[in-house]
């Protein structure tokens, strides 16, 4: 069965310090991974995906995420935490056994606080 | 560009009463659209898939009779709170998808808080 694993509901970090918030996967075939940020009561925000290509993902304010497929994992990064990084995580990939909806699989979440 | 708006962003009313919540693609036609529910510092569970022209696919477990989903346009997805109850009241988010481009990614509408009296 398809799935996605955030193992941390919280990740504490202090600011200027580096944060990762992890992710594992278990998917058939070549996987399509996202991430995504959740700030207090608002729709969700795109930070980055892998699809193919360089393992090492950049996206949106300063975060990375690495594609490790040996480890089935698609870590998020950020050298250097911000407290405006305080937010809910989440990963997810698409559902390879739903055809053309590109339906998504969510994890859980990992609520990230940044200490000033 | 890929921005989704949701309305109404909050709104109460009285169990028993219906609730329409609307989803726009403002700049992009999406032939798939995805509501989600959120209850408080928990993930998103997907109600279902509504794809432009065709019947709603819902998850195990929604009810399609109290949750109306209509997709008239490329541009437009609504759903319907049939005769609400407190136990409804949740954070209900849409995403959308391009029909072109973006490698699958989903585009998300701010949510809507509905909360049932």
């Known amino acids: 069965a398809q799935s996605v694993a955030q193992p941390e509901d919280q990740v504490n970090v202090a600011e200027g310090n580096p944060l990762t918030v992890k992710c594992t996967y278990s998917v058939s075939g070549n996987p399509y991974l996202f991430w995504y940020v959740q700030y207090p009561n608002r729709g969700l925000q795109f930070l980055l995906k892998y699809i193919t290509g360089d393992n090492l993902v950049k996206g949106s304010y300063g975060f990375e995420a690495e594609f490790n497929k040996s480890q089935t994992s698609f870590h998020l990064k950020k050298p250097s935490a911000l407290v405006s990084d305080s937010a809910l995580y989440f990963c997810a990939v698409r559902d390879m056994g739903a055809g053309n909806n590109r339906k998504l699989i969510w994890g859980l979440g990992t609520s990230l606080a940044v200490n000033p | 560009g890929a921005v989704v708006s949701q309305h109404p962003s909050r709104v109460i009313c009285k169990s028993g009463t219906s609730v329409k919540i609307e989803c726009r693609s403002l700049?992009?036609?999406?032939?798939?659209m995805f509501w989600y529910r959120q209850f408080p510092k928990q993930s998103l569970m997907l109600m279902a898939t509504?794809?432009?022209?065709?019947?709603?696919?819902?998850e195990q477990g929604v009810e399609k009779d109290k949750f109306l989903i209509n997709h008239a346009s490329l541009t437009l997805s609504t759903l319907t709170v049939t005769s609400a109850h407190p136990e409804d009241s949740s954070f209900y988010i849409c995403?959308?998808?391009?029909?072109?481009?973006?490698?699958?990614?989903?585009?998300f509408g701010p949510g809507t808080r509905l909360t049932v009296l």
């Open positions: 995403s959308a998808v391009p029909g072109q481009g973006f490698n699958n990614e989903q585009f």
């Open positions: 509504s794809n432009e022209g065709s019947k709603a696919t819902y």
């Open positions: 700049d992009f036609q999406a032939t798939t």
